[in-house]
């Protein structure tokens, strides 16, 4: 679906992008005299993924790919209708996926690769029988050798 962003002043020389993130395609429309902190901040009021998380590709500042917030779009020289790529998150989205990984380090599950880990009875039980899974493995390997 495209969204169209802000209408633009018609004294004011545009030229139009399409931006597009993920399955969304915004186009939008930039005055030569603005710059990519304006874009950033056009894009987060469209779609809610702040500047500070937005990546912005496609576009190019003296033949590099990185891009100063001050750089203004006479400098960039964008195709009109060039489309550029955006990735980034929504802050819910940052924050659900924070809340996932908290409640993957609950206590209650015990990490026995660390190197301090004092084995409980329970982690010895596994390992007794992982080691006794193994002694059958290696007992009933087979090692044939051929010339």
């Not at 002043?9 to 399955?23: C, E, I, Q, T, Y």
């Not at 056009?42 to 590099?64: C, D, H, P, W």
């Amino acid at each position: 679906a495209a969204l169209v962003a802000r209408a633009a002043p018609s004294h004011a020389a545009l030229v139009s992008l399409s931006v597009r993130w993920g399955r969304e395609t915004l186009d939008l429309r930039v005055e030569l005299t603005e710059t990519v902190a304006d874009l950033r901040a056009m894009i987060e009021m469209e779609t809610g993924v702040r500047s500070a998380n937005q990546k912005i590709f496609g576009l190019r500042y003296n033949g590099k790919p990185t891009l100063p917030d001050e750089a203004t779009f006479a400098e960039l020289q964008p195709r009109p209708g060039q489309v550029i790529k955006m990735m980034g998150s929504v802050d819910d989205a940052i924050e659900e996926v924070e809340a996932e990984a908290m409640l993957a380090m609950d206590e209650s599950i015990v990490n026995d690769l660390e190197w301090d880990h004092i084995a409980d009875a329970t982690t010895q039980l596994y390992r007794e029988k992982a080691l006794a899974a193994l002694d059958t493995a290696v007992e009933s390997t087979q090692i044939n050798i051929m010339n």
